[in-house]
C-alpha cells in the first residue's frame, strides 16, 4: 500500500484538455488522483464558496505551470 502511495506521488500531474471544461486542471488532478473528474470539480466548487480567491488564485497557478499531456 505505502509503495503504491509513493508512486502516486511521483507521478507528474499533467493538464487534461481532452477531459477538461475550462482548462483541464481538474480533470489532470483527477487523473492523478485515480478518481472522476466530477469529484474534483464538486471538491472546486465547494472551496470557492468558502475561499473564492484561493481557489481562483490556486487554479489559475496551475493552469499556468502544469504541462498540458499533448505537448509531451
Do not use: H
Request: hydrophobic residues 55%; aromatic residues 8%; contains cysteine.
Amino acid at each position: 500500500m505505502a509503495n503504491s502511495t509513493l508512486e502516486r506521488i511521483r507521478q507528474r500531474i499533467t493538464l487534461d484538455s481532452r477531459e477538461g471544461w475550462i482548462a483541464g486542471v481538474c480533470a489532470g488532478v483527477a487523473r492523478w488522483l485515480n478518481t472522476d473528474p466530477a469529484f474534483v470539480r464538486v471538491a472546486v466548487i465547494i472551496s470557492a464558496l468558502f475561499m473564492p480567491k484561493v481557489t481562483i488564485a490556486a487554479y489559475l497557478i496551475a493552469w499556468l505551470v502544469l504541462d498540458d499531456e499533448r505537448r509531451l
